[in-house]
């Protein structure tokens, strides 16, 4: 289909001629309305008949030839009744390597995070699960349960167990067609920026699902805390090279009524500047991608400055959203892309408010390339941590890295 689509821009392009000077965007709606037409016309973007791809293997994927490869997994989970969370990601990587990510507040106790960290590269532990760091993600039953445990610092570690109460949203097949077109029509099309389209939509695979953790954890000089936990589990792999994301913001927020949804805005200035992906599962458990959002990058700490509150609307299954987040700026923690030498990611806890009414819980992350205010450090490969000893963790106060 994106062959077609090639073909297509190099036709329009062709019979704008001389009028191709014009204000930039200004034949969008034009565009819109070709790629709108073929899409529909093939219906092929889903690709319902594949049933959405192969299943989930119960192991990490063997990593593909080339330096950018990866195998990611990300859970979060937050409480609805204090203020307590935890987010965890391993994601494998080339040469025995992965990044990984823990951030842990037990309300009553304080913020956490791994002693690692701002750095998130760790050594690979392991080739028959995700294992860095001390962090352990294991699959125990597809697309249903996970084990996620930390043997380090917590004393005598601790361990969650991920069950689903939704099913899968397939980015790569669930999708709506319209946000693509949007972001699409707003570029310069040539035959390579369609083939540029066609390989990162052909090396990169994402999908979630939100679910619940229930566990114990135990933190020396406290009692054991049982956690109940909702958020969402995300698996992306093929090949990641970040030094092609510029910058994004992901929404990701789970509210009182069952609703969850996720809204991303990134910058991808190969292929497209200002692109809305997301989705929305209902209470009934239906789900839908977004279809039309007004996020924009340019309105969203494009300066590097993270404000307190934030307000996005978008569409979904026929139905019009608007979110606000409240952002919790005591637990706002950073972690330096180590791959490139430069980019940071800001995981920045939030309230969320639906029509002004519905509660929710969840975060807003940021992620900025080359980000003025905070140089990259020279980052060393980090083995597992030892010792039972809380005081090595780093709290997080303001955000700042420790």
């Known amino acids: 289909m994106l062959a077609l689509l090639a073909l297509l821009a190099a036709a329009l392009l062709a019979l704008l001629g001389a009028r191709r000077a014009a204000a930039p965007g200004a034949w969008a709606p034009l565009k819109r309305w070709a790629l709108g037409c073929l899409l529909l016309f093939h219906g092929a973007w889903r690709q319902r008949a594949a049933g959405g791809g192969p299943a989930e293997p119960r192991r990490p994927r063997p990593l593909r030839p080339d330096p950018h490869a990866l195998d990611s997994v990300y859970f979060t989970g937050f409480a609805e009744t204090d203020k307590t969370f935890v987010i965890a990601r391993l994601a494998k990587r080339p040469n025995g390597i992965c990044e990984m990510w823990l951030f842990l507040r037990v309300d009553g106790i304080g913020e956490f995070e791994h002693p690692q960290h701002p750095n998130m590269m760790v050594s690979d532990e392991s080739e028959e699960i ?18 996620i445990s930390f043997n380090g610092l917590l004393r005598y570690g601790s361990t969650l167990y991920w069950e689903n109460f939704t099913e899968v949203f397939n980015f790569s097949v669930d999708s709506q067609p319209s946000t693509f077109v949007r972001a699409f029509a707003q570029e310069p099309w040539t035959i390579e920026f369609f083939q540029r389209v066609k390989k990162q939509r052909e090396q990169h695979f994402r999908h979630e699902q939100w679910g619940q953790s229930v566990g114990e954890i135990e933190i020396e000089n406290h009692e054991k805390t049982k956690l109940s936990l909702k958020g969402v589990r995300s698996h992306s792999y093929g090949i990641r090279n970040w030094s092609e994301i510029y910058r994004y913001v992901m929404i990701l927020a789970r509210f ?82 180590g791959l490139t030498g430069s980019g940071v990611f800001h995981e920045c ?38 010792g039972p000893d809380l005081s090595s963790w780093h709290p997080v106060t303001d955000g700042s890295p420790p």
């Open 130 to 147: 995700w294992s860095g760091g001390g962090l352990t993600i294991e699959y125990v039953e597809p697309q249903t349960r996970w084990k």
């Open 256 to 337: 009182e009524d069952g609703t969850a949804a996720h809204l991303t805005v990134i910058n991808m200035p190969a292929t497209t500047t200002n692109l809305t992906v997301g989705y929305v599962f209902f209470p009934d458990g239906r789900k839908a991608g977004i279809e039309w959002s007004n996020a924009s990058l340019a309105e969203m700490a494009d300066d590097g400055v993270i404000k307190d509150e934030y307000r996005v609307s978008f569409t979904a299954g026929g139905k019009d959203f608007d979110v606000s987040a409240m952002l919790d700026k005591q637990a706002c923690p950073v972690v330096y892309n």
């Open 349 to 386: 806890i939030a309230d969320f408010r639906l029509n002004g009414l519905t509660q929710g819980w969840g975060l807003v992350e940021f992620y900025y390339r080359d980000e003025a205010s905070q140089l990259v450090p020279d980052l060393q490969l980090s083995s597992k941590a030892e």
